[in-house]
């Protein structure tokens, strides 16, 4: 399975991102090369290198290539963290295909991760300070918000307020920051860029709530993983925390599942349907909405174009895809 990028009246500008990943991951390795287009062409919704794109553009920032290249950096940045996740968490599937260690191997796919790293930072290296810190402040929180979730893993510790703040650094914080640079880039004032990074730290919330819904409810022809991954990996996510409020026996059981290093896949199955029938998935959602309005809150501040229109409009896209 692969997902194709949102359009949101930057498919041209997304089609140049594409091409100019294509053109960072070439190398005289041809394992690391492929490696890396396997990733990156699994396809995906590009919503980092969307709302970097868009960020530039609703304040009139014209210079294409410019942008281009910061966005494609992100996307970069991102691709390297799937493979790293993935040899974390034993993953052998992502949207619908063998992740990079199952196919290449656990060495070349470390090495991979750190050649888009490197090639990461060689595109956001030629801007200026703001753009290399904000860019590198990302990177670090993503690295803390790894080792912070890994911290909780297989055991029962785990609450809301610690899985948010481990979805903050892990998803929101790299839109965050692509946010933050477009406006900037774009000439925007402090109040409109930090306006902006709000809205993109929000909006990464949303999204990853919505993720580990998904992961609970989705189609795994749409979403291309089985559903009660998360669960069978050792994680507690906000639908499976919220079930475990419902009732000691739900909370026995989840747990019972998260602490086994491999659950079997009937037990898992049975667990999903738990939190599923315990009404979490509603509370979830409910939560979902609130940091959405939260990220719409944000942007009130924009001229109103079709590029900032098309910001708002991400939201209700990110709330409501099934995929």
């Known amino acids: 399975m692969t997902t194709t990028p949102w359009d949101f009246g930057v498919s041209k500008e997304l089609k140049m991102v594409d091409e100019k990943l294509r053109e960072m991951v070439t190398s005289e390795e041809r394992t690391l090369t492929d490696a890396s287009l396997h990733v990156i062409e699994a396809g995906g919704k590009r919503m980092r290198p969307t709302v970097t794109l868009l960020s530039y553009k609703c304040l009139g920032g014209e210079d294409t290539q410019r942008i281009v290249d910061i966005a494609a950096a992100f996307e970069l940045i991102h691709s ?16 619908g295909r063998e992740t990079v260690y199952k196919k290449y191997g656990l060495h070349s796919a470390i090495v991979t991760g750190d050649f888009l790293f490197v090639k990461a930072f060689s595109l956001g290296g030629r801007f200026d300070k703001m753009v290399v810190q904000t860019t590198a402040d990302a990177c670090a929180k993503l690295a803390e918000g790894e080792v912070l979730q890994n911290r909780f893993r297989h055991t029962n510790d785990m609450t809301v307020d610690t899985y948010l703040k481990v979805m903050e650094r892990k998803t929101a914080e790299p839109i965050r920051a692509g946010a933050m640079i477009g406006g900037y880039l774009a000439g925007g004032d402090s109040d409109t860029v930090a306006g902006l990074g709000a809205y993109g730290l929000d909006l990464g919330i949303a999204f990853q709530i919505v993720d580990d819904i998904l992961d609970f409810t989705g189609d795994e022809k749409r979403t291309g993983k089985p559903v009660g991954m998360d669960l069978k990996e050792g994680y507690l996510t906000l639908p499976s925390l919220l079930a475990m409020k419902t009732s000691d026996d739900a909370r026995k059981r989840i747990l019972g599942i998260v602490k086994e290093d491999s659950p079997s896949p009937d037990a898992v199955k049975e667990c999903v349907s738990l939190v599923v029938r315990s009404g979490a998935i509603e509370k979830a959602k409910g939560m979902g909405e609130y940091y959405a309005m939260e990220a719409l809150q944000h942007i009130g501040m924009l001229p109103d174009t079709v590029y900032s229109r ?3 409009e991400l939201v209700g896209k990110v709330l409501n895809r099934d995929s």
């Open 310 to 312: 098309s910001l708002r």
């Open 80 to 95: 390297a963290t799937l493979i790293h996740d993935d040899i974390n968490d034993g993953g052998l599937a992502r949207r």
